[in-house]
């Protein structure tokens, strides 16, 4: 079993559409969250950085951890076409003294004109 | 952008040959770590390099192994290549090694082992 999973979709959505992706982890150790968008050929661009429980918005987006569950959420209002691109959740797991994150396997997003 | 530049973009070797990945941190960031992106999947921990030391070092064998310089920069040098090495290889910089700190990739570099 793999320590983050992601539903890798495809996930394909009209603009203006609410998008919610999701992950789930197994190791309660993870204190850090975070999403990254990743456009086709592109390095990953950090969107939203959590940390423990909680909400977190920043524009359209919105981030929610529950830990209690293990599991965390990003959600996209007012979709737009520039929004399509894989997104990846990632976590990590301190005091550890390594900078590692672990990631899902990526969603695919694509909103449709 | 994030101010962290890989070279080259892209890269063609044959099995069993080298290779050496570049690695320019963000101005003021003394950690570099180095992922592994397979098609499809997520980025996978290689190691990482905090003041010229490797700091951790993620499921990969020995033929994988690195060097971070005095201003930073990182080298990332894969030995014997095999035809599953051909991934995108991610480096990305932070401030420090405590493990919360934000992480900045660059763009990548994309290797093709024939």
């Known amino acids: 079993q793999k320590e983050v999973e992601q539903d890798p979709g495809p996930l394909s959505v009209p603009e203006g559409a609410i998008v919610s992706l999701n992950c789930t982890y197994s190791n309660s150790a993870f204190q850090y969250f975070m999403w990254y968008r990743q456009y086709s050929r592109k390095g990953p661009e950090l969107l939203m950085y959590t940390y423990s429980s909680g909400n977190k918005e920043d524009g359209r987006f919105t981030a929610q951890v529950d830990k209690s569950s293990k599991y965390i959420s990003l959600f996209i209002r007012d979709s737009q076409p520039s929004d399509s691109a894989t997104y990846l959740c990632?976590?990590?797991?301190?005091?550890?003294?390594?900078?590692?994150?672990?990631f899902g396997q990526g969603t695919t997003l694509q909103v449709k004109p | 952008e994030t101010g962290v530049t890989q070279s080259p973009t892209h890269l063609i070797k044959t099995r069993g040959q080298q290779v050496t990945l570049r690695c320019s941190s963000q101005s003021g960031h003394n950690t570099v770590s180095w992922y592994q992106q397979a098609l499809g999947q997520g980025p996978q921990f290689i190691f990482q390099?905090?003041?010229?030391?490797?700091?951790g070092r993620g499921n990969f064998p020995p033929r994988f192994s690195g060097l971070q310089f005095p201003n930073y920069s990182s080298e990332l040098n894969v030995n014997a290549l095999e035809l599953d090495d051909s991934a995108l290889y991610l480096c990305?910089?932070?401030?420090?090694?405590?493990?919360?700190?934000?992480?900045?990739f660059g763009p990548g570099t994309r290797l093709l082992v024939l």
């Open positions: 990305a910089s932070s401030t420090s090694a405590r493990g919360q700190e934000t992480q900045y």
């Open positions: 990632a976590m990590s797991a301190p005091p550890s003294n390594t900078g590692k994150l672990i």
């Open positions: 390099y905090y003041r010229e030391e490797e700091n």
